[in-house]
């Protein structure tokens, strides 16, 4: 079987990026697929994550970053010009490979539904975040004016474009809730990436962050609940691995705090297993997940975490009470109470890293891609 994936690049650190290539290399390297990743904005640039050499990564040279340098008038003319060059490229591609199915990561492609359908036996689209999140239209909304208008149509032109896939899959059972009044979906969770036969002993006074610093992550609230939680513990540090446009302001922050001696910001690394073994709490402060990716790791590493309950992935990931701690959205003083309990109760902090580990089990890889596999099947069977 030839499996297409549509994604912009394969340049950042986040978890999609890590998801679909793992999930690109399983396919290749245990099922013997045909596998291409074709990207639009690689630029030349190697994948951050390491890929199978029997999977393919084509780039079309679109370049879409070149657009924001320009004013709005102007971008939206470089934008459209670039689409058409894309449209162009995607096709020509799909008809070099003829892919059995292409998967959208219902980015920019997603318009592109038709064309797909022209080449392959069947079209899924892969929504990586929570519906109430893609592209970022929160942050379209919060602007006002046109830029609401321009949220409203770009939303409206994704429910159309997502009723003529086949195929629809989403992350967890609220997703699958939000996209009722659109279309029937298929949930199918993210398999765990870091499932270590080693047992972490949690004795490290050290917290991880990982996530973009970006507005969806919002790593600003972990700055807030850490100035409380520093009061009481100074001698606990907190690690942050974490690049975006917030990094310059989350500084600026910890400067005005004083919390440079308790707060490190860490480069991106390509060893983040070592990095969760050797930390005895994970934290995470989004505003918006789909199926957060570092819960899933540090919780496979036997790593307690502490999260907002935002929508809507943490609480398909963490058992509140059981394998860690859910604390009501936007609620600091409560996040920071429970980073504070779980530094202060180390049978409490291993027990509760035992059970997290035991429950990532389910998300293991063999039993999450025997899902996929049987979708490419069915969508495929007779065509």
């Known amino acids: 079987m030839t499996i297409a994936y549509i994604y912009p690049a394969f340049i950042n650190v986040g978890g999609a990026d890590k998801i679909i290539i793992n999930k690109a290399n399983y396919m290749a390297d245990h099922w013997g697929y045909e596998v291409y990743l074709i990207t639009d904005s690689q630029n030349g640039l190697p994948p951050f994550f390491p890929l199978s050499p029997k999977v393919h990564l084509v780039d079309l040279g679109i370049n879409f970053f070149q657009q924001y340098q320009y004013g709005p008038l102007k971008r939206l003319a470089v934008y459209l010009k670039l689409m058409r060059r894309y449209e162009k490229g995607l096709n020509r591609m799909l008809g070099q490979i003829r892919p059995d199915v292409v998967i959208s990561t219902f980015s920019r492609d997603a318009k592109f539904v038709g064309l797909f359908k022209k080449y392959a036996k069947a079209a899924i689209a892969e929504v990586h975040t929570t519906k109430k999140n893609i592209?970022?239209?929160?942050?379209?909304?919060?602007?006002?004016?046109?830029?609401?208008?321009?949220?409203?149509?770009?939303?409206?032109?994704?429910?159309?474009?997502?009723?003529?896939f086949d195929e629809v899959v989403v992350l967890n059972t609220l997703e699958e809730e939000l996209w009722a009044p659109v279309r029937k979906v298929k949930v199918i969770n993210n398999a765990v990436q870091y499932y270590p036969l080693e047992t972490n002993p949690l004795t490290e006074k050290s917290v991880i962050y990982v996530g973009r610093a970006e507005y969806e992550k919002a790593p600003d609230r972990l700055i807030e609940v850490w100035r409380l939680v520093a009061q009481r513990h100074p001698d606990w540090t907190l690690r942050m691995f974490c690049t975006g446009a917030m990094l310059d302001e989350l500084k600026a922050k910890v400067q005005e705090y004083g919390l440079q001696q308790q707060i490190a910001f860490m480069p991106p690394t390509r060893n983040m297993l070592q990095e969760y073994m050797s930390s005895s709490i994970c934290v995470l402060t989004s505003r918006f997940e789909g199926f957060p990716v570092v819960l899933q790791e540090a919780m496979g590493c036997g790593v307690p975490c502490v999260s907002f309950n935002c929508p809507s992935g943490p609480r398909y990931i963490i058992t509140d009470g059981e394998d860690g701690f859910l604390v009501k959205d936007g609620d600091i003083e409560a996040f920071a109470e429970k980073v504070c309990l779980l530094m202060e109760d180390e049978q409490l902090r291993c027990q509760l890293g035992r059970k997290a580990k035991q429950s990532m089990a389910r998300y293991g890889a063999d039993v999450i891609m025997a899902q996929w596999r049987e979708l490419f099947e069915r969508l495929t069977k007779g065509k």
């Open 135 to 164: 592209r970022a239209l929160p942050n379209l909304r919060l602007k006002g004016g046109v830029y609401r208008l321009l949220a409203a149509y770009i939303e409206h032109q994704l429910n159309a474009s997502a009723l003529r």
